[in-house]
């Protein structure tokens, strides 16, 4: 029988809370939809929310953070993990860069389950598995991997494939059976469902929705992705994400420590 990551005892940090971040329409900054297979990238100051909506249902999210004011200091897989004792990110849990501190924390969030461990669909894979569908006959319609989307997100920032890192896979969930052995759960997804992303600091964000690399569709339609931005602040000393174990509490110190 398939076992999932939070049967674990080392992974028991499914009962974390969510953090309602409401907001009005007066206060959303902008909106924009990325759609299925595309790929955007963009700063956000510190104290901004983006909340990424799946809008149908069958969106995957990659993702990577780094620190706007310093590109070489970004997102860290592993200390996000470990700090956190934790194999998939959900409400409460935060985004660790390399340096120790706080670029993003997980503010709300009504998926659940969201994959650090999987990686972004490649080229190869791609073709493997889809087919191709070139720009020159299919348009805006070709097939994009997640990997040359963020190549390309990245190339606008002067940053290149060395900077191609660990990323989180928004809005997808993957079990582990009893041999190891990873199996995508296409169920975990809902039309509707969203993640907010809190910037704890100057944030370039860069997205790609193509599809999981492990996605067993064999068709390429990955879902589209609306993105709203709003002015939120940053946590508070009460904030879930903060209180969630004591190692988030210093990263938060560490952060708040570069901005004096």
């Not at 799946?54 to 004011?69: C, H, I, K, M, P």
């Not at 493997?128 to 097939?143: I, L, V, W």
């Not at 944030?203 to 879902?223: E, I």
Request: with cysteine.
């Amino acid at each position: 029988m398939p076992i999932s990551f939070a049967d674990l005892p080392a992974l028991a940090q499914s009962a974390v809370p969510r953090v309602s971040t409401p907001f009005s329409p007066d206060q959303v900054l902008w909106e924009e939809t990325v759609p299925g297979g595309a790929h955007w990238s963009g700063v956000l100051r510190r104290g901004t929310t983006l909340r990424l909506t799946d809008l149908n249902g069958t969106a995957n999210v990659s993702a990577l953070f780094f620190n706007q004011e310093e590109k070489t200091e970004r997102y860290n897989m592993p200390d996000t993990l470990k700090a956190q004792h934790t194999a998939f990110l959900t409400s409460g849990h935060v985004c660790f860069s390399d340096m120790g501190r706080i670029l993003c924390s997980i503010a709300d969030d009504t998926c659940g389950w969201h994959d650090p461990l999987c990686g972004v669909l490649n080229e190869a894979d791609m073709h493997a598995q889809y087919g191709e569908a070139r720009y020159q006959e299919h348009r805006n319609a070709m097939f994009r991997s997640g990997r040359e989307g963020l190549l390309i997100e990245l190339s606008k920032w002067n940053l290149s494939k060395r900077d191609l890192g660990g990323a989180v896979n928004f809005f997808s969930k993957v079990d582990t059976d009893e041999h190891g052995g990873l199996s995508f759960q296409r169920g975990h997804r809902h039309a509707g469902q969203y993640v907010d992303l809190r910037c704890e600091m100057h944030v370039l964000v860069v997205l790609s929705a193509a599809p999981h690399p492990l996605d067993p569709a064999t068709a390429y339609a990955p879902g589209a992705v609306r993105m709203t931005a709003w002015r939120s602040g940053t946590a508070g000393a009460d904030d879930p994400c903060r209180l969630m174990c004591p190692e988030n509490d210093r990263g938060f110190i560490n952060t708040e420590r570069w901005f004096l």
